[in-house]
C-alpha cells in the first residue's frame, strides 16, 4: 500500500549565542597568532565563548524555546527532537534527552545525530522524513555547539577558528510548496582522521596519558579539510538543485556552513553566486558548527532578507568527512 508522502516546512526559528565575545586580539596574548592572520586565511573577527557552567544542552534549550514560539507551539505539542552536536553534555544520555526534559517537552521522542558540521543538514532531512510519512506532526531540530570545552587553547591551528551557538528550527506539515524541497546526504569515512577527536571514546578510552597527549580536544588536518570543502560544497548545491528541478538561476539564498570566508566565496564562485546572495557570519561566529547554518538563516530571516517563495540551499560539510545539502522554498 503506498501513502502520499507530506510536505514538510519550517514554521519557525530561534537561536542563541553566548554573551561573552572573544576577539582575535585576545587570542594573540594565548598563541603565536594575529588579529592580521586570522582575518585574511578565515574571514573571523570575533566568536561567543559559552560560560563553564553552559553545556550544550542549555544552549540548544534556549534556541528550542525561542523556535517554538516563534512558531506559535507548546513544547508539549513536540513529538521528536533531534539535536545534532558534536560537543554532547555527556557520552551518554543524548543531549536530546536533557532538552526535552528542560523544554517540558513530555511527549516527544529524542536523539542526538552526529554528522560532524554537517549535522544540522543531517537532521533537517533526517527530521522531515518523519513529517514526510506522517509519523510526527512537529518535530524540533537543533544544531547546539559547545566547541569551547573541547579546543586547545595551545593550538593556533584550531583554536582560533570555533565558537559556541545554537540555532532551531521546527518542522510542520503543510499544504503548501512552500517546503523542503529536496536533499542530499553524503558520507566518505576515507576523511575521518582529517577532523577527529582521538580520545575518550572506546578506541582510546580516557586516561591520563592521553588527556595529558591533548588527545581530548579537536585535532585537525586544516589544509584538507579546505580543499574537500572546497570540492563538494559547490556539488552538493547543484545536486539538490537539480533534485528540486532547479537552475542556478533560481536560487535566491546561499546557506553554506560558516567555516572559512575564503572556502564560502570559493563555493558561490563555483555556483556563480554573487555575494549578494550568499549568506555569511563567520565574521562574527567563527566556526560554530551545526549551529552555523540556523544562525546564519535567522539572521537572514530577521533582517527581512529572506523572504517569502524564495529559494534557499543549505550546505554544509565537515568531521565524517561528511556533507550534505537541502534546499527549501521559503
Ligand atoms: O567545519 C569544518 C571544519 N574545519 C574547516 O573547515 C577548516 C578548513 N581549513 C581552513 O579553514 C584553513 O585550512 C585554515 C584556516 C585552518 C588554515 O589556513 P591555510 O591557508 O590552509 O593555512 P595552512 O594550514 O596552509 O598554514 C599556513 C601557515 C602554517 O605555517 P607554515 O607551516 O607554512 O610555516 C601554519 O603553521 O600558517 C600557520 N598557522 C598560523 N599562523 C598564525 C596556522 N595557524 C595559524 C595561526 N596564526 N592561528
Redesign the pocket.
Known amino acids: 500500500m503506498s501513502r502520499e508522502l507530506i510536505n514538510a516546512g519550517i514554521a519557525g526559528t530561534g537561536t542563541y549565542v553566548p554573551e561573552r565575545v572573544l576577539y582575535n586580539s585576545q587570542l594573540e596574548e594565548l598563541?603565536?597568532?594575529?588579529d592580521e592572520?586570522?582575518r585574511s586565511?578565515?574571514g573571523i573577527r570575533e566568536r561567543r565563548i559559552a560560560r563553564p557552567d553552559q553545556a550544550t544542552s542549555d544552549l540548544a534549550v534556549a534556541a528550542g524555546e525561542r523556535a517554538l514560539e516563534n512558531a506559535g507551539m507548546a513544547p508539549e505539542e513536540v513529538d521528536l527532537i533531534i539535536t545534532a552536536t558534536n560537543t554532547p553534555d555527556m557520552f551518554f544520555p543524548a543531549t536530546a534527552c536533557l532538552v526535552q526534559e528542560k523544554l517540558g517537552a513530555k511527549n516527544a521522542g529524542a536523539f542526538d545525530l552526529a554528522a560532524g558540521?554537517t549535522g544540522f543538514i543531517y537532521a533537517l532531512a533526517t527530521g522531515s522524513q518523519f513529517i514526510a510519512t506522517g509519523s510526527c506532526r512537529t518535530v524540533l531540530v537543533i544544531g547546539a555547539e559547545n566547541l569551547s570545552k573541547i579546543t586547545n587553547w595551545k593550538d593556533?591551528?584550531t583554536c582560533?577558528?570555533f565558537g559556541d551557538g545554537a540555532g532551531a528550527v521546527v518542522l510542520r506539515p503543510t499544504v503548501e510548496d512552500r517546503c523542503i524541497l529536496s536533499f542530499k546526504l553524503r558520507a566518505d569515512g576515507a576523511g575521518a582522521l582529517h577532523?577527529h577527536m582521538p580520545a575518550g571514546g572506546s578506541r582510546q578510552p580516557a586516561t591520563r596519558e592521553t588527556v595529558g597527549q591533548n588527545k581530548h580536544y579537536i585535532h585537525?588536518n586544516?589544509?584538507e579539510?579546505?580543499k574537500f570543502?572546497v570540492r563538494v560544497m559547490g556539488e552538493a548545491a547543484e545536486e539538490v538543485l537539480a533534485l528540486a528541478g532547479l537552475s542556478k538561476s533560481d536560487l535566491d539564498f546561499f546557506i553554506p556552513?560558516q567555516?572559512?570566508i575564503r572556502?564560502v566565496k570559493a563555493a558561490a564562485r563555483r555556483l556563480g553566486l554573487p555575494m549578494e546572495k550568499v549568506l555569511v557570519n563567520v565574521d562574527r561566529y567563527g566556526?560554530t558548527?551545526t549551529a552555523s547554518i540556523p544562525l546564519a538563516l535567522e539572521e537572514a530571516l530577521q533582517s527581512g532578507r529572506i523572504k517569502k517563495g524564495d529559494n534557499v540551499v543549505m550546505v554544509g560539510?565537515?568531521a565524517g568527512l561528511t556533507w550534505g545539502a537541502v534546499a527549501i522554498k521559503w
Do not use: K, P, Q
Open positions: 598563541v603565536d597568532t594575529s592572520w586570522i586565511r578565515s558540521c593556533r591551528n582560533v577558528l577532523l585537525m586544516g589544509r579539510v579546505f570543502a556552513h567555516a572559512n572556502i566556526n558548527s560539510f565537515g
